[in-house]
Protein backbone atom coordinates (compact mmCIF):
# COMPACT_ATOMS: atom_id res chain seq x y z
CA UNK A 1 0.00 0.00 0.00
CA UNK A 2 1.39 2.88 -1.09
CA UNK A 3 1.28 6.31 1.39
CA UNK A 4 -1.47 8.02 -0.66
CA UNK A 5 -4.04 5.18 -0.51
CA UNK A 6 -2.94 4.95 2.96
CA UNK A 7 -3.43 8.39 3.87
CA UNK A 8 -6.97 7.86 1.95
CA UNK A 9 -7.72 4.86 4.34
CA UNK A 10 -6.44 6.69 7.18
CA UNK A 11 -8.65 10.17 6.74
CA UNK A 12 -12.28 7.71 5.86
CA UNK A 13 -11.51 5.89 9.60
CA UNK A 14 -10.77 9.11 11.13
CA UNK A 15 -13.74 10.86 10.07
CA UNK A 16 -15.84 7.73 10.80
CA UNK A 17 -14.62 8.33 14.23
CA UNK A 18 -15.44 11.90 14.52
CA UNK A 19 -18.66 11.62 13.10
CA UNK A 20 -19.55 8.73 15.59
CA UNK A 21 -18.15 10.33 18.07
CA UNK A 22 -20.13 13.47 16.98
CA UNK A 23 -23.44 11.91 16.96
CA UNK A 24 -22.99 10.13 19.94
CA UNK A 25 -22.34 13.53 22.12
CA UNK A 26 -25.77 14.83 20.07
CA UNK A 27 -28.16 12.05 20.45
CA UNK A 28 -26.89 9.91 23.41
CA UNK A 29 -29.29 10.17 26.53
CA UNK A 30 -26.81 10.03 29.22
CA UNK A 31 -24.48 13.26 29.68
CA UNK A 32 -21.41 11.09 30.53
CA UNK A 33 -21.73 8.96 27.19
CA UNK A 34 -21.99 12.10 25.24
CA UNK A 35 -18.66 13.10 26.79
CA UNK A 36 -17.13 10.17 25.55
CA UNK A 37 -18.57 10.97 21.87
CA UNK A 38 -17.27 14.32 22.67
CA UNK A 39 -13.70 12.76 23.44
CA UNK A 40 -13.77 10.58 20.36
CA UNK A 41 -14.75 13.24 18.17
CA UNK A 42 -11.41 15.05 19.90
CA UNK A 43 -8.93 12.43 19.05
CA UNK A 44 -10.41 11.85 15.18
CA UNK A 45 -9.88 15.67 14.87
CA UNK A 46 -6.54 15.12 16.28
CA UNK A 47 -5.74 12.17 13.88
CA UNK A 48 -6.79 14.45 11.29
CA UNK A 49 -4.55 17.26 12.27
CA UNK A 50 -1.35 14.30 12.02
CA UNK A 51 -2.57 13.77 8.14
CA UNK A 52 -2.50 17.38 7.91
CA UNK A 53 1.17 17.52 9.36
CA UNK A 54 0.97 19.32 12.10
CA UNK A 55 1.45 17.20 14.85
CA UNK A 56 1.74 20.01 17.11
CA UNK A 57 -2.13 21.23 16.95
CA UNK A 58 -3.01 17.24 17.30
CA UNK A 59 -0.24 17.21 20.76
CA UNK A 60 -2.13 20.40 21.60
CA UNK A 61 -5.65 19.11 20.68
CA UNK A 62 -5.26 16.34 23.28
CA UNK A 63 -3.80 18.29 25.51
CA UNK A 64 -6.02 20.91 26.14
CA UNK A 65 -9.83 19.36 24.94
CA UNK A 66 -9.09 16.05 26.37
CA UNK A 67 -6.87 17.22 29.02
CA UNK A 68 -8.62 20.50 29.96
CA UNK A 69 -12.07 21.16 28.53
CA UNK A 70 -13.12 17.70 28.94
CA UNK A 71 -12.52 17.29 32.31
CA UNK A 72 -14.15 20.76 33.44
CA UNK A 73 -17.34 19.09 31.71
CA UNK A 74 -17.09 15.97 33.45
CA UNK A 75 -16.68 17.98 36.57
CA UNK A 76 -20.05 19.98 35.54
CA UNK A 77 -21.80 16.78 34.95
CA UNK A 78 -20.92 15.58 38.39
CA UNK A 79 -21.78 18.57 40.29
CA UNK A 80 -24.86 19.86 39.00
CA UNK A 81 -26.39 16.17 39.75
CA UNK A 82 -26.84 15.59 36.02
CA UNK A 83 -27.99 11.58 35.76
CA UNK A 84 -28.76 9.44 33.30
CA UNK A 85 -32.74 9.14 34.52
CA UNK A 86 -32.85 13.29 35.02
CA UNK A 87 -33.52 16.01 32.23
CA UNK A 88 -31.94 14.58 29.29
CA UNK A 89 -33.91 11.09 29.34
CA UNK A 90 -37.11 12.65 29.09
CA UNK A 91 -38.93 12.67 25.13
CA UNK A 92 -38.25 15.79 22.77
CA UNK A 93 -41.33 16.68 20.54
CA UNK A 94 -40.63 15.62 17.01
CA UNK A 95 -41.47 19.14 15.65
CA UNK A 96 -38.42 20.83 17.79
CA UNK A 97 -36.10 17.88 15.96
CA UNK A 98 -37.34 18.86 12.65
CA UNK A 99 -36.62 22.59 13.68
CA UNK A 100 -33.39 21.84 14.83
CA UNK A 101 -32.71 19.86 12.05
CA UNK A 102 -33.63 22.84 9.61
CA UNK A 103 -31.72 25.30 11.78
CA UNK A 104 -28.81 23.14 11.57
CA UNK A 105 -28.78 22.21 7.65
CA UNK A 106 -29.21 25.79 6.38
CA UNK A 107 -25.80 27.28 7.43
CA UNK A 108 -23.91 24.44 7.03
CA UNK A 109 -25.24 23.40 3.37
CA UNK A 110 -24.64 27.09 2.44
CA UNK A 111 -21.32 26.88 3.67
CA UNK A 112 -20.52 23.68 1.61
CA UNK A 113 -22.35 25.11 -1.23
CA UNK A 114 -19.20 28.07 -0.87
CA UNK A 115 -16.54 25.56 0.45
CA UNK A 116 -17.81 23.33 -2.84
CA UNK A 117 -17.81 26.02 -5.29
CA UNK A 118 -14.16 27.49 -4.07
CA UNK A 119 -12.42 24.62 -4.04
CA UNK A 120 -11.59 23.70 -7.55
CA UNK A 121 -10.90 27.85 -7.47
CA UNK A 122 -7.79 28.19 -4.77
CA UNK A 123 -4.40 26.83 -5.10
CA UNK A 124 -4.75 23.69 -2.93
CA UNK A 125 -1.52 21.93 -2.98
CA UNK A 126 -1.81 17.62 -2.32
CA UNK A 127 1.39 17.20 0.05
CA UNK A 128 1.18 20.39 2.82
CA UNK A 129 3.99 21.40 4.49
CA UNK A 130 5.39 20.73 8.15
CA UNK A 131 5.60 23.68 10.45
CA UNK A 132 7.95 23.22 13.11
CA UNK A 133 7.90 24.50 16.72
CA UNK A 134 10.64 26.75 16.44
CA UNK A 135 8.79 28.34 13.50
CA UNK A 136 5.82 28.67 15.15
CA UNK A 137 7.31 29.85 18.44
CA UNK A 138 8.89 32.74 16.37
CA UNK A 139 6.02 33.45 15.37
CA UNK A 140 3.80 33.98 18.15
CA UNK A 141 6.49 36.10 19.94
CA UNK A 142 7.41 38.38 17.01
CA UNK A 143 4.70 38.97 14.55
CA UNK A 144 1.50 37.27 16.67
CA UNK A 145 2.73 38.53 19.80
CA UNK A 146 -0.45 40.76 20.31
CA UNK A 147 -2.96 38.30 20.49
CA UNK A 148 -0.82 35.55 22.82
CA UNK A 149 -0.02 38.02 25.04
CA UNK A 150 -4.21 38.84 24.52
CA UNK A 151 -5.21 35.40 24.53
CA UNK A 152 -3.52 35.73 28.20
CA UNK A 153 -5.40 38.17 29.43
CA UNK A 154 -8.39 36.45 28.42
CA UNK A 155 -7.74 33.61 30.38
CA UNK A 156 -7.08 35.08 33.35
CA UNK A 157 -10.06 37.54 33.02
CA UNK A 158 -12.33 33.83 32.57
CA UNK A 159 -10.70 32.12 35.38
CA UNK A 160 -11.04 35.50 37.92
CA UNK A 161 -14.31 35.23 36.87
CA UNK A 162 -15.34 31.94 37.41
CA UNK A 163 -13.56 32.15 41.06
CA UNK A 164 -15.90 35.28 41.58
CA UNK A 165 -18.84 33.79 40.71
CA UNK A 166 -18.70 30.79 42.96
CA UNK A 167 -17.64 33.32 45.87
CA UNK A 168 -21.03 35.25 45.28
CA UNK A 169 -22.51 31.84 45.43
CA UNK A 170 -21.15 31.11 48.85
CA UNK A 171 -21.90 34.83 50.63
CA UNK A 172 -25.35 34.57 49.22
CA UNK A 173 -26.03 32.10 51.16
CA UNK B 1 -10.15 12.10 -3.65
CA UNK B 2 -9.13 15.09 -5.84
CA UNK B 3 -10.11 17.64 -3.34
CA UNK B 4 -8.63 17.12 -0.14
CA UNK B 5 -9.32 20.78 1.23
CA UNK B 6 -13.33 19.98 0.58
CA UNK B 7 -12.63 16.62 2.84
CA UNK B 8 -11.35 18.01 5.64
CA UNK B 9 -13.74 21.23 5.19
CA UNK B 10 -16.88 19.05 4.37
CA UNK B 11 -16.14 17.25 8.06
CA UNK B 12 -15.74 20.25 10.03
CA UNK B 13 -19.60 21.71 8.49
CA UNK B 14 -20.36 18.60 9.42
CA UNK B 15 -19.35 19.11 13.10
CA UNK B 16 -21.23 22.44 12.99
CA UNK B 17 -24.15 20.89 12.00
CA UNK B 18 -24.41 18.37 14.47
CA UNK B 19 -23.14 21.21 17.03
CA UNK B 20 -26.01 23.45 16.35
CA UNK B 21 -28.79 20.46 16.17
CA UNK B 22 -27.14 19.73 19.92
CA UNK B 23 -27.52 22.92 20.89
CA UNK B 24 -31.30 23.13 20.09
CA UNK B 25 -32.44 19.35 21.07
CA UNK B 26 -30.00 19.29 24.36
CA UNK B 27 -32.37 19.85 27.83
CA UNK B 28 -29.32 20.26 29.77
CA UNK B 29 -26.90 23.20 30.05
CA UNK B 30 -24.54 21.16 30.26
CA UNK B 31 -25.66 19.05 26.69
CA UNK B 32 -25.59 22.51 25.41
CA UNK B 33 -22.04 23.21 26.43
CA UNK B 34 -20.70 19.45 24.42
CA UNK B 35 -22.53 20.69 21.45
CA UNK B 36 -20.49 24.00 21.27
CA UNK B 37 -17.32 22.44 22.23
CA UNK B 38 -18.28 20.18 18.77
CA UNK B 39 -18.74 23.64 16.79
CA UNK B 40 -15.54 24.84 17.98
CA UNK B 41 -13.54 22.16 17.58
CA UNK B 42 -15.12 22.30 13.72
CA UNK B 43 -13.76 25.69 13.14
CA UNK B 44 -9.91 24.17 14.62
CA UNK B 45 -10.68 21.84 11.82
CA UNK B 46 -11.30 24.14 9.14
CA UNK B 47 -8.53 26.57 9.87
CA UNK B 48 -5.80 24.47 9.86
CA UNK B 49 -7.36 22.74 6.68
CA UNK B 50 -7.49 25.98 4.80
CA UNK B 51 -3.89 27.13 6.15
CA UNK B 52 -1.97 23.71 5.44
CA UNK B 53 -3.83 22.52 1.96
CA UNK B 54 -3.22 25.52 0.07
CA UNK B 55 -0.74 28.54 -0.32
CA UNK B 56 -1.52 30.89 2.55
CA UNK B 57 0.91 30.72 5.86
CA UNK B 58 0.23 27.51 7.46
CA UNK B 59 1.57 29.15 10.82
CA UNK B 60 -0.78 32.06 11.12
CA UNK B 61 -3.19 29.15 10.48
CA UNK B 62 -1.97 26.87 13.42
CA UNK B 63 -1.65 29.76 15.67
CA UNK B 64 -5.41 31.05 14.82
CA UNK B 65 -6.34 27.23 15.82
CA UNK B 66 -4.26 27.36 18.92
CA UNK B 67 -6.25 31.07 19.91
CA UNK B 68 -9.48 29.06 19.28
CA UNK B 69 -8.19 26.16 21.59
CA UNK B 70 -7.34 28.87 24.12
CA UNK B 71 -10.89 30.27 23.94
CA UNK B 72 -12.83 27.44 24.32
CA UNK B 73 -10.85 26.56 27.62
CA UNK B 74 -11.50 29.92 28.66
CA UNK B 75 -15.39 29.70 27.78
CA UNK B 76 -15.37 26.25 29.56
CA UNK B 77 -13.82 27.32 32.50
CA UNK B 78 -16.76 30.44 33.00
CA UNK B 79 -19.59 28.54 31.71
CA UNK B 80 -18.62 25.76 34.43
CA UNK B 81 -18.66 28.94 37.04
CA UNK B 82 -22.29 29.58 35.59
CA UNK B 83 -24.25 26.39 35.33
CA UNK B 84 -22.88 25.63 39.21
CA UNK B 85 -24.38 28.93 40.30
CA UNK B 86 -27.61 28.51 38.10
CA UNK B 87 -27.96 25.15 39.68
CA UNK B 88 -27.57 26.36 42.93
CA UNK B 89 -30.23 29.17 42.86
CA UNK B 90 -32.72 27.27 40.60
CA UNK B 91 -31.80 23.45 41.71
CA UNK B 92 -32.24 22.24 37.68
CA UNK B 93 -30.26 22.79 35.06
CA UNK B 94 -32.82 22.18 32.46
CA UNK B 95 -33.02 25.12 29.94
CA UNK B 96 -36.85 25.07 29.78
CA UNK B 97 -37.22 25.40 33.58
CA UNK B 98 -34.58 27.93 34.21
CA UNK B 99 -36.39 30.60 32.38
CA UNK B 100 -37.20 33.56 34.94
CA UNK B 101 -35.71 36.51 34.89
CA UNK B 102 -34.68 39.16 37.94
CA UNK B 103 -34.93 42.85 37.09
Known amino acids: ?21 GIMAVVAKSLVRALVGLV ?4 GVAGMYLLMAAPFMALMQILIYVGAVVVLIFF ?26 VAAAIPAGLLALVA ?3 STATDAVQTPVEISIDQLGKALLNEYVLAFELISVVLFVAMAGAVLLGFERRKSK | MSEPLFLYQAVALLLLFLGIFGIITRKSLVGMIIAVELMLNGAGLAIVASGQLTGAPADLAQLSSLLVMGLAAAEATLV ?8 KRFGTVETDRVSELEG
Open chain 1, 40 to 43: LTLF
Open chain 1, 1 to 21: MDTQSAAHLLFIVYAIVVLGG
Open chain 2, 80 to 87: LAIILVVA
Open chain 1, 76 to 101: SIMLTNATSRGDEAKPRSGLRIFLAL
Open chain 1, 116 to 118: WTQ
